[in-house]
């Protein structure tokens, strides 16, 4: 593990509330992986087990839509979503963590990328081992799913205004 990583690590700030130790505890149970420009990191629709730390590079985001494209035919279609960076809450794949619900969306390597994965099972053993650490890694990832939850709550009522808007003329 090179310097720079283990300090982008250390000063994500979904473990912000943890000591140093607290990080190296979860830095321990962490593995860095490596992914290449165009490589799939995750695939909609799998089961996942692991979720991410994001070091560096970029990702690409999508989901696969249903299109109607004639009288009564549909076809699939993958639709690029967003691009994500490491930046503040830094962490993807965290919904593997609480369930053995298909993965959500597809993510793709749009750079070369660093990430540190925690798998289940290890995060599941912290969590027993060290309850307090696993309450304020809890804490703050429940806090990055509600920002989510609140940012595609804005996103369905803007869609829903506009398409309202739309059929009323």
């Given at each position: 593990?090179k310097a720079?990583?283990?300090?982008?690590?250390?000063?994500?700030?979904?473990?912000?509330?943890?000591?140093?130790?607290?990080k190296?505890t979860?830095?321990a149970?962490?593995?860095?992986?490596?992914?290449?420009?165009?490589?799939?990191?995750m695939r909609?629709?799998?089961i996942g087990?692991?979720?991410?730390?994001?070091i560096?590079g970029?990702?690409?985001?999508?989901?696969?839509l249903?299109?109607?494209?004639?009288r009564?035919a549909f076809?699939?279609?993958e639709?690029?979503?967003?691009?994500?960076?490491?930046?503040?809450s830094?962490?993807?794949?965290?919904?593997a963590?609480?369930?053995d619900e298909?993965r959500?969306a597809t993510?793709?390597?749009s750079?070369d990328?660093?990430l540190?994965?925690?798998?289940?099972e290890?995060?599941?053993?912290l969590?027993?081992k060290?309850?307090?650490?696993?309450?304020k890694?809890l804490?703050r990832i429940?806090?990055?799913l509600?920002e989510r939850?609140?940012?595609?709550n804005?996103d369905?009522l803007?869609l829903?205004t506009?398409l309202?808007?739309?059929?009323?003329?």
């Open positions: 593990m720079s990583e283990i300090k982008a690590f250390q000063a994500m700030q979904v473990l912000s509330d943890l000591s140093a130790a607290e190296e979860v830095m149970i962490s593995r860095r992986v490596n992914f290449r420009h165009g490589e799939v990191i909609e629709g799998e087990d692991s979720m991410y730390f994001f560096e970029e990702v690409k985001v999508s989901k696969e249903t299109l109607k494209v004639g009564g076809s699939q279609a639709k690029s979503m967003l691009s994500l960076k490491p930046g503040p830094g962490l993807f794949g965290d919904m963590m609480f369930g298909p959500s993510i793709t390597a750079s990328c660093v540190f994965a925690i798998s289940r290890s995060f599941t053993e969590c027993v060290e309850p307090g650490l696993g309450v890694l804490h429940a806090l990055v509600c939850l609140r940012k595609s804005s369905v803007k829903s506009a309202s808007l739309a059929l009323s003329k």
